[in-house]
């Protein structure tokens, strides 16, 4: 089973890299395939509220020449689905909302394509805004019905300057509880389809 993480943080090796890795080391632990998106950086466009994706129904967003397209395949493809963010200005970043609104509306109107995939947010901030940035990507989950586990805390690490966020040691153990219970969760789901 493969897990997915899209990093929106244009800085490459960053504190959202680093926090995903935390994730990915619990669920490669546990035998699980992993693969690293570097979203942040690359040029976006927002969605243009076209509504083409309800006619076409080709599972494609029409607006082309940028990476949106390849992440929804990406997601289609994976089991499991992290999402990671800095916050910006109390939010997620450009490249973040970008995947959000596009894929949003291009998996819901294929059917919900996401429905049922286990998906997680983890967030990395400096001082303030995790939790609406945390909850904007949760809420893209949640629309999708996709499925999501818990942790110890919220999945936020703090740290402003590129690994920093290695001295959050509270934020760290979340991560690898994260990644714990996001594998736990994808085996019993796997279990429950092999029974049916
Ligand atoms: C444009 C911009 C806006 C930011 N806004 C906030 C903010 O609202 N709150 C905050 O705590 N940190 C803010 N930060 C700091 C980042 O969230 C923080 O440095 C984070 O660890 C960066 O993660 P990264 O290394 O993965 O890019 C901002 C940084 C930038 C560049």
């Known amino acids: 089973m493969r897990i997915l993480a899209i990093n929106g943080s244009p800085r490459k090796g960053g504190n959202s890299e680093i926090l995903i890795g935390k994730v990915f080391k619990a669920l490669e632990a546990q035998g699980f395939e992993t693969e690293l998106y570097q979203l942040g950086g690359q040029a976006v466009h927002g969605c243009r509220a076209c509504g083409a994706c309800k006619i076409n129904l080709d599972r494609r967003c029409v607006i082309t020449g940028d990476p949106i397209n390849e992440v929804i395949e990406k997601m289609i493809a994976a089991q499991g689905i992290i999402i990671a963010s800095p916050v910006y200005f109390s939010n997620v970043t450009t490249e973040t909302k970008a995947l959000i609104d596009r894929a949003g509306y291009v998996c819901r109107a294929n059917g919900y394509i996401l429905k049922r995939k286990v998906a997680a947010a983890v967030v990395a901030v400096r001082r303030a805004g995790a939790l609406v940035t945390f909850n904007a990507i949760n809420q893209f989950f949640h629309i999708n019905q996709m499925i999501i586990p818990g942790s110890t805390y919220w999945n936020l690490g703090i740290g402003g300057a590129p690994g920093e966020v290695e001295a959050d040691t509270e934020g760290l153990i979340n991560m690898e509880n ?19």
């Open 178 to 196: 994260l990644g714990e219970n996001m594998g736990w969760l994808l085996r019993k789901l796997a279990q429950d389809d092999a029974t049916r």
